[in-house]
């Protein structure tokens, strides 16, 4: 499970064009497109057992593909109800059990909503949640990276710097940046060169350059309106502006998992490879 050593594209969950919709068979497909990694979806619910995640580990490192898993949606680490908040931790732990098993070393989730706590009430109690999760996982051995993704509306906790201050505090947390969400959630700001340039400085003030090192990040098109994300489109059919955002990785010597999430997941995949190679 080491990070890479350079960027690497692929798509969340299994490419539309696999023969079967299993995380093998997306492993298959993913190394025949000439892609290099996949974000296995645990997005239902974590349902692969300890003998499957076992042959996904093997499959993956037969055929040099890197892993990551974005967990379940129900988690809301600022949920009003305590039952509900050890659920979304036992959904963090799960990913993180059946995600180690596999080969995956970065587990993506949406942390949590404000509701109407104040900002900074959600971040100190994420924060501790996270802190005692991590260290859970530090005695059962479990190695990964816990990925709070930024978030595409802002009644939604994970802001690019809440979510990259929680990787500066904690030992083995950083972020997971969905480029479409920050878009979103600007209302249609940060789409420009110099505007994810901003945010890959800030990543590397604040992280240092092992942040741009080992950076786990989320591109597709985004429909929105005033009020945030609405629904993800394929690259083409938005106004993401996609060559923009590979000219700024490249500069800035990005590493790391580039996860497509078009709905077309494996032709934009294969958009933004082309467009980054060709820089």
Do not use: W
């Amino acid at each position: 499970m080491m990070k890479p050593s350079q960027l690497l594209f692929g798509t969340a969950g299994t490419p539309k064009s696999s023969r079967k919709r299993n995380s093998i068979s997306g492993i298959e497909r993913v190394k025949e497109l000439g892609l290099g990694c996949m974000e296995l979806e645990f997005v239902r619910g974590v349902k692969m057992g300890e003998a499957t995640a076992a042959d996904v580990r093997k499959r993956s490192q037969d055929e040099d593909i890197s892993l990551s898993v974005h967990g379940p949606y129900y988690i809301n680490l600022n949920s009003q109800e305590p039952e509900k908040i050890d659920a979304s931790i036992e959904r963090i732990y799960r990913s993180s059990r059946i995600g180690s098993l596999c080969g995956a070393r970065n587990i993506v989730f949406h942390p949590a909503y404000y509701h109407k706590d104040q900002p900074e009430k959600v971040y100190e109690k994420v924060f501790s949640l996270l802190e005692q999760l991590e260290s859970r996982l530090n005695d059962e051995g479990i190695e990964v990276i816990l990925r709070p993704e930024t978030t595409g509306k802002g009644t939604q906790f994970g802001s690019l710097e809440e979510n990259v201050r929680l990787g500066a505090e904690l030992e083995n947390v950083l972020p997971c940046i969905d480029f479409a969400h920050l878009h979103a959630r600007s209302n249609g700001a940060e789409n420009s060169y110099d505007e994810f340039s901003a945010t890959l400085e800030l990543v590397e003030n604040e992280l240092g350059r092992e942040g741009l090192d080992d950076m786990h990040m989320h591109v597709s098109g985004i429909e929105y309106s005033e009020k945030g994300e609405r629904n993800h489109l394929n690259l083409d059919d938005s106004d993401m502006q996609y060559s923009e955002l590979m000219h700024a990785l490249k500069d800035f010597k990005v590493k790391g998992l580039l996860i497509c999430e078009s709905p077309d997941n494996e032709v934009d995949a294969l958009l933004l490879k082309t467009t980054y190679d060709r820089l």
